[in-house]
């Protein structure tokens, strides 16, 4: 197993972990991380980014806003 796929299997894990509104897995053919950037700008959404040999990997999930007010 490569390092991408570990990378991919442990935050998949992690997403598990909390409650998960949506998943999004990009595959990049380049290291430009200019285009990945754009994703950290809304703050409800959380964006990794890993920059592998040929690719980048970029997984984003929105975590579910619970309204706890009554």
Known sequence: MNRMTVALIILLYLCLIFTV?????KFH??????ETKHLT?????????????????????TTLRLNTSA
Not at 21 to 25: A, N
Not at 29 to 34: K, R, V
Not at 41 to 61: A, K, M, P, R, W
């Open 41 to 61: 700008d809304n703050s409800s959404d959380t964006c990794f980014v890993f920059h592998g040999d040929t690719q980048v990997l970029e997984i984003q999930y």
């Open 29 to 34: 053919p380049d290291n430009n991380f200019m």
């Open 21 to 25: 509104g949506g998943l999004s897995i």
